[in-house]
Each structure stands twice: as structure tokens, then as C-alpha cells.
């Protein structure tokens, strides 16, 4: 998997509404996404789309490494990291060279290894969509990473169809068993942590077009409007309606501001508000980087180990994925060699020993 399933991947380890995980940080975020994204726009007005890679049947752009980048960059913003900039080179070096990967496997692709490719496609995306709760949640997760679903949707096509083709040519094979005895050896991996569901009002201390931090004295109009929703909120008032009325969190108010979320995917201010709660227990104004929350808890939901059917499926494309990270090297060499790859990008180039990895590295995870 390269950066785009693997970002879908990360997606897919949050319980439900992960949108609600990048909440706290989601207005800092865009803004800072939409300046590399246009950023991008105006590097390639000003020098064009070069041809940075190239071979027997394709060619990969600037703008198709600068894509990866862009998601990546904000990725890391959305977990509050920083990639050193000693780093960037190598990493784009790896992200492209894994783009050539997957165009020399697309290469020797049949009818049946695409109609693969979608079915894997149209899976993920299943998957990302329930634990979304609804296609806007979805969109503004994606939105906040600088993408779109129909660019995850045809890079998902076209790493399922890489992928076919690899399990194809290798002949890789997962049984029930071997996925069963990964299972019952691995009991870490499968352990749904303890999740709460709430709901929250939710009001932002940034401006939603340009994402600059409000005045000292617009916000302390914010807090005291939040403060006098809750005095009404803890006089009996309806909670979801108050939310309806008055939260600014468009991905969640149309469903009473609802997301279930476990330990360590909010921020450390709203984590402790959420899991302190008894249920029907509506939190004080809760302060964090991107504004004013007012939390009630709906259900608490303890930890517990996922049941093997749940996970299986998932299991198995990992554990195929582990195998055919072995055995792909050799069979992706030969393949290069016969598309006769040339990076044309010096720089890139000269970082392409540091940074070759293999297809489908990643060990299997069942969360």
C-alpha cells in the first residue's frame, strides 16, 4: 500500500467519526492544507508539470508526487508532527518511488486484476463511509487532508489492481488457518480500546474562510455565549436541539453532534472532559486549540477484543500484504528493468538508493 491506502488505513483505525478526531485542530489544519494546496497550483503556473519519472507505458508527473506530499504534510499537522526537512527528500524519493511501483504492476494488469482493483476500491470505501457515518463526514475528513474522494477512489483502484497483480504473479495465498492461528497468537492487535459516544456543541475561535484565529474580543463573546447554552443546557433543556441551533461542527450537528471516540483521539482537553463523565452528564465549557466544546456523554462503551469475524477479512488482505512484501523486490526489479524506469528529477534520483521500499510493507494490524 502506498500513501493513499495507507492513508485510508489510518482513517479506518478510528472506531467512528474520525472526523470528530481532527476537530479540535480541523480549522488550523485546512488553513494550512489549502496553502499547500495552492501552493501547488502556483509552482505548477509558474514551472509547469514536469516529467519526473518515466517508462514503458507511463510517465508520473510533478503534480502526482506533489499530490502524495500535500497529504502527507497535512496528515502530520492533523497529528500535531513535524517532518524535519532533512527528511522530506528521502520521503519523496519513497513516495515516488512506490508511485512507479504500482505503474509497472498496472503494466501487467488483465481484466480480471482491475475488476479487482474496484471491488478492493468500492470495499474501502464501504468501510470508510460506516465508520464515517455519512459521505459529508467522509468528504470534510478528506477535504482536511487536501483530497478528494474520487482521487482516494482511483488511487485505491489502482494500488487494489497493483496489489492483484502481485498476489497473481506470486501466487500468494492466505488460508482460514494461518489467518486464525495470526489471530489467536496476536491477542494485542485485536483489542478494541475503551470508546465513549457523545455528543457535542461545538463553537471555533478561527474564521471558517481563512482560518485566522478570531480577535481576543470575538472569542470571549464566543465563550460567553457557550456558557449561556450550557446554563440552559443544565436547566432541562434539550441537548440536540441546543446542538441543531447553535453548534458550528456542520460535519455532526445534523445528527445531534454525535461521534463515538476512543482514548487517544482527541485532544488531551476534550479526552478528559469525555471519559471523566457519567452518562447524561454534560460537561463544563471544554477549551481547545480551535474552540469552545460543550460535551455530553450518551453511552460509555468499555474495551473489549474484537471477534475474529469481524476482523478476518481485513486480516487476510494484511496478511497478504506481509507475504508479497517479502517475495515483491525481486519481481518489481525485473519489472523495472524491463519498463526501462529512469527518474529524470536529478535530486530525486540521487535519493532513489535511500529510499526504495517494498509494496505492501506493513505488518497486519485488526484495529
Same mark, same amino acid.
Given at each position: 500500500?502506498?500513501?493513499?491506502?495507507?492513508?485510508g488505513a489510518?482513517?479506518?483505525?478510528?472506531?467512528?467519526?474520525?472526523?470528530?478526531?481532527?476537530?479540535?485542530?480541523?480549522?488550523? +489544519?485546512?488553513?494550512?492544507?489549502?496553502?499547500n494546496?495552492?501552493?501547488?497550483?502556483?509552482?505548477? =503556473?509558474?514551472? %509547469?508539470?514536469?516529467?519526473?519519472?518515466?517508462?514503458?507505458?507511463? #510517465?508520473?508527473?510533478?503534480?502526482?508526487?506533489?499530490?502524495?506530499?500535500?497529504?502527507?504534510? $497535512?496528515?502530520?499537522?492533523?497529528?500535531n508532527?513535524?517532518?524535519p526537512?532533512?527528511?522530506?527528500?528521502?520521503?519523496?524519493?519513497?513516495?515516488?518511488?512506490?508511485?512507479?511501483?504500482?505503474?509497472?504492476?498496472?503494466?501487467?494488469?488483465?481484466?480480471?486484476?482491475?475488476?479487482?482493483?474496484?471491488?478492493? =476500491?468500492? @470495499?474501502?470505501?464501504?468501510?470508510? @463511509? #460506516?465508520?464515517?457515518?455519512s459521505?459529508?463526514?467522509?468528504?470534510?475528513?478528506f477535504?482536511?487532508? %487536501?483530497l478528494?474522494?474520487?482521487?482516494?477512489?482511483?488511487?485505491?483502484?489502482?494500488?487494489?489492481?497493483?496489489?492483484?497483480?502481485?498476489?497473481?504473479?506470486?501466487?500468494?495465498?492466505v488460508t482460514d488457518?494461518? !489467518?486464525r492461528?495470526?489471530?489467536?497468537?496476536?491477542?494485542a492487535?485485536?483489542?478494541?480500546?475503551?470508546m465513549?459516544?457523545?455528543?457535542?456543541?461545538?463553537?471555533?475561535?478561527?474564521?471558517?474562510?481563512?482560518?485566522?484565529?478570531?480577535?481576543?474580543?470575538?472569542?470571549? $463573546?464566543?465563550?460567553?455565549?457557550?456558557?449561556?447554552?450550557?446554563?440552559?443546557a443544565?436547566? %432541562?433543556?434539550?441537548?440536540?436541539?441546543l446542538? =441543531?441551533?447553535?453548534s458550528?461542527?456542520?460535519?455532526?450537528?445534523?445528527k445531534?453532534?454525535?461521534?463515538?471516540?476512543?482514548?487517544?483521539?482527541?485532544?488531551?482537553?476534550?479526552?478528559?472532559?469525555?471519559?471523566?463523565?457519567?452518562?447524561?452528564?454534560?460537561?463544563d465549557?471544554?477549551?481547545? !486549540?480551535?474552540?469552545?466544546?460543550?460535551?455530553?456523554v450518551?453511552?460509555?462503551?468499555?474495551?473489549?477484543?474484537?471477534?475474529? !469475524?469481524?476482523?478476518?477479512?481485513?486480516?487476510?488482505?494484511?496478511?497478504?500484504?506481509?507475504?508479497?512484501?517479502?517475495? $515483491?523486490?525481486?519481481? @518489481? !526489479?525485473?519489472?523495472?528493468?524491463q519498463?526501462?524506469?529512469?527518474?529524470?528529477?536529478?535530486?530525486l534520483?540521487?535519493?532513489?538508493?535511500?529510499a526504495?521500499?517494498?509494496?505492501?510493507?506493513?505488518?497486519? +494490524?485488526?484495529?
Open positions: 500500500m502506498i500513501f493513499f491506502a495507507a492513508l489510518m482513517l479506518l483505525t478510528f472506531p467512528s467519526a474520525p472526523a470528530a478526531t481532527a476537530n479540535a485542530s480541523t480549522n488550523t +489544519a485546512s488553513a494550512g492544507t489549502n496553502t494546496v495552492n501552493l501547488n497550483a502556483t509552482m505548477t =503556473a509558474l514551472f %509547469g508539470n514536469p516529467t519526473i519519472a518515466k517508462g514503458k507505458g507511463f #510517465e508520473i508527473k510533478q503534480a502526482d508526487l506533489d499530490e502524495v506530499m500535500t497529504g502527507i504534510k $497535512a496528515a502530520a499537522v492533523l497529528r508532527q513535524a517532518i526537512p532533512e527528511q522530506l527528500k528521502l520521503i519523496e524519493s519513497e513516495m515516488l518511488n512506490r508511485l512507479i511501483q504500482v505503474e509497472v504492476l498496472l503494466q501487467e494488469a488483465t481484466d480480471a486484476d482491475r475488476a479487482e482493483g474496484n471491488k478492493v =476500491a468500492d @470495499l474501502q470505501i464501504k468501510t470508510l @463511509l #460506516e465508520r464515517a457515518g459521505r459529508e463526514a467522509l468528504d470534510h475528513q477535504m482536511a487532508l %487536501g478528494s474522494m474520487n482521487q482516494l477512489r482511483t488511487r485505491l483502484v489502482q494500488e487494489g489492481t497493483a496489489q492483484a497483480v502481485l498476489v497473481r504473479e506470486l501466487k500468494i495465498t488457518a494461518e !489467518a492461528q495470526f489471530y489467536d497468537d496476536h491477542p492487535e485485536f483489542e478494541q480500546p475503551e465513549v459516544r457523545v455528543a457535542q456543541l461545538f463553537m471555533g475561535i478561527h474564521d471558517p474562510a481563512t482560518g485566522a484565529e478570531l480577535s481576543d474580543a470575538d472569542k470571549a $463573546a464566543k465563550k460567553k455565549q457557550v456558557e449561556d447554552i450550557l446554563k440552559r443544565s436547566a %432541562g433543556e434539550d441537548f440536540k436541539k446542538v =441543531a441551533q447553535y458550528e461542527d456542520t460535519v455532526s450537528k445534523d445531534g453532534g454525535e461521534y463515538t471516540v476512543a482514548r487517544g483521539q482527541t485532544p488531551p482537553e476534550f479526552e478528559a472532559a469525555a471519559f471523566s463523565l457519567g452518562t447524561n452528564q454534560i460537561s465549557v471544554v477549551i481547545t !486549540a480551535s474552540g469552545y466544546h460543550l460535551i455530553k450518551l453511552e460509555k462503551i468499555p474495551a473489549k477484543k474484537m471477534d475474529y !469475524a469481524t476482523v478476518a477479512d481485513n486480516l487476510k488482505e494484511a496478511l497478504v500484504q506481509q507475504k508479497s512484501a517479502r517475495q $515483491a523486490p525481486a519481481y @518489481l !526489479a525485473t519489472l523495472k528493468k519498463a526501462g524506469v529512469e527518474i529524470l528529477d536529478p535530486d534520483k540521487a535519493s532513489e538508493e535511500q526504495e521500499p517494498d509494496l505492501g510493507a506493513g505488518a497486519p +494490524a485488526g484495529k
